[in-house]
């Protein structure tokens, strides 16, 4: 795209176009919380166990500089997100999301495994 051309972003830009005012910002400002609240109403329990790996991996890089006290924050903030999240899941679907995560929260949370014993589904006793 050659610059100069009217559907060009910086030339529309310049020409200020936005609507300016109290209920223009209110608008946008509605419209992010609303954003932001589908988001994570729809992905709350996804996103927070990929916050918590991405943040257990941010914690590595910390620490494979030199960043210490970076590496221990981030790997804390991490575990928590990824813990909430799998919490969060676990309430929402009835289901742990993997065996480990079944494995770690069951006891701890003292709920009962979603998961039946298959010998005694196969195998009904008298």
């Given at each position: 795209?050659?610059?100069?051309?009217?559907?060009?972003?910086?030339?529309?830009?310049?020409?200020?176009?936005?609507?300016?005012?109290?209920?223009?910002?209110?608008?946008?400002?509605?419209?992010?919380?609303?954003?932001?609240?589908?988001?994570?109403?729809?992905?709350?329990?996804?996103?927070?166990?990929?916050?918590?790996?991405?943040?257990?991996?941010?914690?590595?890089?910390?620490?494979?500089?030199?960043?210490?006290?970076?590496?221990?924050l981030l790997v804390i903030i991490g575990t928590l997100s990824w813990a909430a999240g799998?919490?969060?899941?676990?309430?929402?679907?009835?289901?742990?999301?993997?065996?480990?995560?079944?494995?770690?929260?069951?006891?701890?949370?003292?709920?009962?495994?979603?998961?039946?014993?298959?010998?005694?589904?196969r195998h009904p006793g008298p």
């Amino acid at each position: 795209m050659a610059f100069g051309h009217p559907h060009d972003l910086l030339v529309a830009a310049d020409r200020g176009g936005a609507h300016t005012g109290a209920l223009a910002t209110l608008v946008t400002i509605g419209g992010f919380v609303c954003l932001f609240a589908w988001v994570a109403w729809r992905f709350g329990p996804t996103l927070m166990r990929f916050c918590g790996l991405a943040s257990w991996w941010a914690g590595w890089a910390c620490g494979s500089q030199g960043g210490y006290g970076y590496m221990a924050l981030l790997v804390i903030i991490g575990t928590l997100s990824w813990a909430a999240g799998t919490i969060w899941h676990h309430a929402r679907r009835g289901r742990w999301p993997s065996l480990l995560s079944q494995r770690l929260f069951t006891p701890m949370l003292h709920t009962r495994s979603a998961s039946p014993d298959r010998r005694r589904a196969r195998h009904p006793g008298p």
